[in-house]
């Protein structure tokens, strides 16, 4: 008789029940050979009263396969929350498998969120390539698998399955597995047609080598390196690494062997190089499987983020061929065994343009994230010493590789020096590193072409014309910086006025505290702040901190609405439990525990129930408030009680809680909400507003439900009931824990934020409304039916012939909008071919000539052909303006079809590509400024509310044109535009900048100063 060998591995104990109980069970009674490995300790590593339960798990593990009737069993214990990836556990797997010879083996699913889970199959599956061949059964435990092809029928025993999990009485003090597993074997019956059900994805293995993860693309990081006390520092912050899909590939060339026995939790080989630096590198590149390629040498390290940051940007666009991020320059010493940080010499922040490259490098190689395809065509030059870095990258921007960048420091380039004042080309200079410069600068001059000097040539003009900005900028800053020193010293004396009154008040704390605690004694004692938090397996120092910047806020007049969604952490619950005891008898605590998961939407809603205050402030379980959030909150309310929704301004810290980024963030602005969520935290909203009139959160909107909750809100509000206080007062933690809670899926997340936006806009009436994915950014872009109204097109002329010709081919040819008139109006138009062409618009259908020969003034001779036009919509363009799609017009008409919308524009783009107008921004120092960006982060490439946009296209609602008496003459030549999108807004109306409307504009322009390049001889002649 043949018996089936079945060999099971597990992360911890009671997995193998939650998991395939039911058919192990099964098998067991077929009298199948059946072996349990498992690996890690839940709680291994940590203190010792935590091991001991970590035992009692062991032998609950025990007691519960003897349920099953199953004896072989093994105990790795390894720590769970560290499984290796290289070392003996690779030899350990090996022997277990050739020692126990299975037909199957059982093992995480890839998809499982925990990373141990994905740690173990990875692990696994490394060891066994070419090693076994079979069938491989992955099971799903921690949550339902998206896909699977194999349902057992547990039915005839489910009972017996349970009453082996019942046995983890640890465990289910925690979570409801019981509950759990018998909810999940009736989906899996109900799905093929079975009482009950385990469900698998089985896979007939070959053993050749592949990935199994395919969402999560391999990276493989090249590590060169020759010193070991050096190289932890590097390896420590791959093992930091939110982003845990990677392989190390260490290529040393010092005299003894590495000893990599600390560095286990890496996937990661050595292999032998030799003193060339590009050898090393192009050795490490042949031995990568990865999709993408990293280099680090061994004296640079990376922050937790850093993979996945760059993996995000180059996955954003197929066409970019490297990512990189922002570089910190630190400067270093060696202290015995260890590393001394002394202090930052500068940041590399700029993004990589091609030809920079050609005059210098300007981001360290260990900044980069490559595609591997791009080393199929390219090596680095085994010949160079020093820079082949930069050689390499050179070349790639004379072959017209793209490059993109994330705008994060998120690693260091390290210079190691004794020297009391170092930098960069000192430590180059040390290393006879500047010799190479001009072997460099070179070998790219052989490779360059004319086109390249032309693209150099530019570049030496933009630089030109930010050099001359930043000079005046510099002027103005240090005009401030005066204005600035005069309120310090202003404020200094009121502080030592402070510290000397505040004891009379009663007030002991002195400074910015004492003086916040002084305003809260002031207001109101009730409570006004519900802050709402839902609680899901959170690190404990993280979970910890969340809840402190809670309790120490300056304003008492707080309760803290605490939820915990069914965490399973030990760490988490005891961080609950301690609170609970802190806060009992303050009458602050609102607590719940539900008894399993169910999301931060249902854990919110159930903190909803318990919340009494008028005002609820939203706050994640990893986040911070700032200690004065809730006051300046409540000081808010004070002077406008009529708001209904609050939002701040906000930090991104890191895992440590060093800021990253300070968001400011724009003014109500509902458009901008439309397609991206600006606001995010801090929101604080009104109880009636959420609980009464909107029914709380929307469970459909998991992952996305902050912005969802704001959409609707939008449509119950008015502008003045909304406040946003432009004060940096929460921080935003960004880190993969704070992902965990939506269930670490961003697509889905962001597939229920596109939805919540199509039922708003579906709420607002529109119709086919369809949300894609921002191709240039973050956020949506949305397009709808809308009915097409009349437009009348107002095109000022003098002598541009050609650039009249081009605007008008693209507005008759290749623009899809049949209700537009054109009316042409030529402003002293004297040129013999110019007047001739003229002449010959007059036979064109829906073109009108229009002669005005007064001294040229833009705004009067708009207004001369826009107050007496019946259409109903009205788009002023410059004549030298190119159209680049055919639907731009139908997406400004949609846009203004918004109810409130009285003023749309376009983004305008140099001949070469670079963006010349995104909106305008204005401020009452410096009038306006055009906005040539789009945002550190993309921000700015959504379709957006903007303060205003340029008249060389813009496209206004008639009705409001002549409301507010057109534009205002006094404005001849500049300015005029900006004007009216002021007396817009003043009127109550918002201005639109349609950033998936791309136009050219033939001549450049700087529409922050004028609307035209050479006026002198048009308002002369």
Not at 24 to 44: F, T, W, Y
Not at 195 to 212: H, I, K, P, S, T
Not at 915 to 920: E, T
Not at 943 to 968: H, Q, S, W
Request: some cysteine; hydrophobic content about 40%.
């Amino acid at each position: 008789m043949i018996v089936e060998r079945i060999l099971v591995f597990v992360p911890q104990a009671g997995d193998e029940t939650i998991a395939c109980g039911g058919y192990l069970s099964l098998k067991q009674q077929n009298r199948a050979a059946i072996k349990i490995i498992v690996v890690g300790d839940e709680l291994g590593g940590l203190s010792r009263h935590l091991k001991k339960q970590a035992e009692l798990r062991r032998e609950e593990l025990l007691q519960s396969l003897n349920k099953l009737q199953i004896k072989d069993v093994q105990f790795w214990q390894f720590n769970d929350q560290a499984i290796p990836l290289s070392g003996e556990i690779l030899d350990a797997y090996d022997s277990a498998v050739q020692g126990f010879y299975p037909d199957r083996i059982l093992l995480p699913a890839p998809g499982e969120a925990d990373a141990g889970y994905r740690r173990l199959t990875r692990g696994l599956l490394k060891a066994l390539s070419g090693r076994w061949q079979g069938e491989l059964w992955f099971y799903e435990c921690r949550q339902p698998a998206p896909l699977v092809n194999t349902v057992i029928d547990i039915g005839n025993v489910l009972e017996q399955k349970l009453a082996a999990l019942a046995c983890y009485a640890s465990r289910l003090k925690q979570f409801d597995y019981l509950q759990y597993c018998r909810s999940l074997a009736q989906m899996r019956g109900l799905s093929s047609a079975k009482q009950a059900g385990e469900a698998f994805l089985v896979y007939q293995w070959d053993g050749d080598e592949q990935n199994f993860f395919e969402s999560r693309p391999l990276i493989s990081v090249i590590v060169r390196s020759q010193d070991a006390q050096i190289l932890r520092q590097a390896l420590n912050s791959l093992c930091k690494q939110t982003y845990d899909q990677l392989e190390v590939i260490l290529v040393w060339f010092g005299d003894q062997p590495p000893n990599l026995d600390d560095f286990n939790v890496l996937d990661i080989q050595w292999i032998p190089g030799k003193q060339n630096r590009s050898y090393n590198l192009n050795l490490g590149i042949a031995e990568a499987k990865g999709e993408f390629i990293a280099i680090l040498d061994d004296d640079d390290v990376v922050y937790p983020e850093h993979y996945a940051l760059l993996l995000a940007e180059i996955q954003s666009d197929p066409k970019i061929d490297a990512a990189h991020s922002y570089c910190r320059v630190v400067a270093c010493r060696r202290q015995e065994e260890r590393v001394q940080l002394d202090r930052t010499l500068e940041i590399f922040d700029s993004a990589i343009e091609s030809e920079r490259l050609l005059l210098g490098n300007i981001a360290p190689i260990n900044a980069l994230l490559f595609r591997a395809q791009t080393f199929h065509t390219f090596q680095f030059d085994e010949s160079f010493q020093a820079y082949e870095d930069w050689a390499l990258m050179a070349s790639l921007a004379l072959a017209g590789y793209r490059f993109a960048c994330t705008e994060e420091v998120s690693c260091e380039y390290r210079i190691y020096s004794d020297a009391e004042q170092t930098s960069i080309a000192d430590a180059h200079a040390e290393k006879g590193y500047l010799a190479w410069r001009q072997v460099i600068q070179q070998f790219i001059a052989e490779q360059m072409e004319a086109s390249h000097l032309e693209q150099l040539s530019a570049l030496v003009q933009r630089l030109d014309q930010r050099e001359s900005t930043i000079g005046v900028q510099l002027k103005q800053a240090h005009q401030q910086i005066q204005r600035q020193q005069k309120k310090l010293e202003q404020q200094q004396a009121l502080q030592d006025l402070l510290n000397c009154a505040l004891p009379a008040f009663g007030v002991d704390a002195k400074g910015r505290r004492g003086m916040a605690e002084m305003l809260a004694g002031q207001l109101s004692r009730q409570t006004l702040f519900s802050v709402v938090m839902p609680v899901y397996n959170t690190d404990a120092d993280i979970l910890l901190a969340a809840i402190e910047s809670v309790i120490k806020q300056s304003y008492a007049g707080w309760q803290l609405c605490l939820v915990d969604d069914g965490s399973t952490r030990a760490e988490t619950i005891a961080i609950l439990e301690d609170v609970q005891t802190r806060l009992q008898a303050t009458g602050k605590l609102r607590y719940l525990r539900r008894s399993r998961q169910g999301g931060i939407v249902q854990a919110s809603n159930d903190a909803l129930t318990v919340a009494t205050a008028p005002y609820l402030a939203f706050v994640d379980h990893d986040d911070l408030l700032g200690e004065d959030a809730l006051l300046e909150l409540a000081l808010a309310l004070t002077r406008q009680p009529e708001c209904r929704l609050l939002y701040t301004d906000s930090y991104k810290i890191d895992h440590a809680g060093s800021v990253l980024h300070e968001y400011h963030k724009p003014d109500w602005s509902p458009e901008t909400l439309t397609h991206l969520n600006y606001i995010n935290h801090l929101t604080v909203a009104d109880r009636q507003l959420v609980v009464d009139c909107l029914g709380g959160l929307n469970a459909q909107s998991e992952g996305a439900q902050d912005w969802d909750l704001l959409l609707r809100a939008a449509q119950f509000i008015d502008a003045s009931e909304v406040c946003h206080l432009r004060k940096p007062l929460y921080s935003w933690r960004a880190t993969e824990q704070s992902l965990a809670y939506q269930s670490a899926a961003k697509p889905e997340a962001f597939n229920a934020g596109m939805q919540s936006v199509k039922q708003h806009l579906q709420r607002m009436g529109r119709v086919d409304v369809d949300c894609q994915s921002n191709p240039l950014g973050p956020g949506v872009v949305t397009s709808w039916q809308s009915e097409l109204r009349t437009i009348e097109i107002i095109i000022p002329t003098h002598n541009n012939l050609p650039g009249l010709k081009l605007c008008l081919e693209g507005l008759r040819e290749d623009t899809d909008y049949s209700f537009a008139q054109i009316t042409v109006v030529a402003n002293r138009c004297e040129d013999a071919a110019m007047l001739a062409y003229l002449k010959s618009l007059s036979t064109e259908q829906n073109i009108v000539v229009a002669t005005d020969n007064r001294i040229f003034n833009w705004a009067a001779i708009n207004n001369s052909i826009a107050l007496k036009s019946q259409a109903d919509l009205l788009l002023f363009m410059n004549d030298d303006v190119e159209i680049r799609q055919q639907d731009w017009l139908r997406q400004m008409q949609q846009y203004i079809d918004l109810a409130g919308i009285a003023v749309v524009g376009a983004n305008l783009y140099y001949p070469d590509g670079e963006l010349q107008h995104n909106g305008v921004r204005t401020d009452c120092r410096w009038v306006a400024d055009n906005i040539q960006n789009t945002g550190m982060l993309g921000e700015l490439s959504t379709p957006r509310n903007v303060a205003a946009v340029t008249g060389a296209c813009m496209l206004v609602d008639r009705r409001v044109f002549v409301e507010l008496g057109g534009f205002d003459e006094q404005f001849a030549v500049n300015y005029n535009d900006i004007d009216y999108c002021l007396a817009v807004r003043k009127a109550g109306y918002r201005i639109l900048q349609a950033t998936d409307v791309a136009l050219t504009n033939s001549v450049r322009h700087d529409y922050s100063v004028s609307k035209i390049t050479d006026l002198t001889s048009w308002v002369k002649g």
